[in-house]
């Protein structure tokens, strides 16, 4: 990875490899983070999206069935922002975007990092719904598998970088 990737670049907080062990530069990486955070994320929002549509053949759900593709396109496009800051770095070059649309608006006020933040809000909450709306079970076999390899991605990524954090205090 190169020197010129910075915060204000990227949107991620990132070090260059001064001070840092090989394994937290890891977790800081753009493809560290897009696999295991942006992409999984975007599945969410695409399952979401897609479970909105099906809402639609219930009576009267029009406006949930146009809220369904708008959200289809924005999974899309972050999918596709994940998949070139992950290419970018295995590139060693630093992407001239953001993670997602959201984070890209808050570069143009210069604090992409709360706008990312807002996405994550967002992800979450996208979840929630799925969960305790029952759409979740509107889901193909295919999709649920899909929402299970992006939640196992995300959460097993999140507590492995939680138990690495924790050793190194206790080793510090």
Known sequence: MTDD?????????HQSGAGIDPLQQFFQR????SLTIGIPF????????????????????GVVAAL????????????????GRAIFDLLGQSAPFEYCTIAQLGAYFTMPLVFLAVDTLLSFVIICTMLWSGWITLLTTIE????YAA???NLVSL??????????KVRG
Request: charged share 10%.
């Open 159 to 168: 507590s492995l970088v939680l138990l690495y954090n924790e050793v190194r």
């Open 42 to 61: 975007c599945i969410f929002k695409l399952l979401f999206g897609i479970a909105a549509i099906r809402v639609l053949t219930l009576p009267h759900h």
């Open 5 to 13: 990737v910075t915060p204000e670049k990227t949107g991620t907080p």
């Open 30 to 33: 753009p493809l560290f983070l």
């Open 151 to 153: 939640t196992t991605l």
């Open 144 to 147: 649920s598998y899909l929402w």
């Open 68 to 83: 369904g593709w708008c959200v289809i396109v924005w999974a899309g496009i972050d999918l596709l922002m994940n998949a």
